[in-house]
C-alpha cells in the first residue's frame, strides 16, 4: 500500500486516497479554493485526471465546489474548497 495515504486526518474516515487525490486535498488545504485550471498547474497533471478525481473526492464529502460571479458577463467562476 505504498501508493495510498488515508483519511485518518479527517473525522470518521478511514478511507484511502490515491496519491493525486492526496495532493489536491493538500493543495486546496494550503492555498485555499482553487479552480480546476489553477489545480492543473499546481500539480502539472492532465485536466481529466483532475476532474475525475475532483469529482471522487466531491462525492466522499472531502471538498466541495462552489461558483463565484465577478460581476462581469459569461459563466461565473467554479472553485473548489477543502470541506473543513
Known amino acids: 500500500m505504498a501508493n495510498k495515504s488515508t483519511t485518518e486526518n479527517y473525522p470518521g474516515q478511514k478511507e484511502y486516497l490515491s496519491p ?10 494550503e492555498v485555499g ?13 492532465p485536466r481529466t485526471t483532475i476532474y475525475d478525481n ?17 460581476g462581469k458577463r459569461g459563466r ?3 472553485l473548489w474548497k477543502f470541506k473543513s
Do not use: G
Open 20 to 29: 493525486i487525490q492526496f495532493n489536491l486535498i493538500k493543495a486546496l488545504k
Open 54 to 70: 475532483l469529482m471522487k473526492l466531491q462525492k466522499r464529502k472531502l471538498i466541495e465546489k462552489f461558483s463565484r460571479n465577478n
Open 33 to 45: 479554493p482553487l479552480t480546476r485550471r489553477d489545480l492543473v498547474k499546481e500539480l502539472r497533471t
Open 76 to 78: 461565473p467562476v467554479v
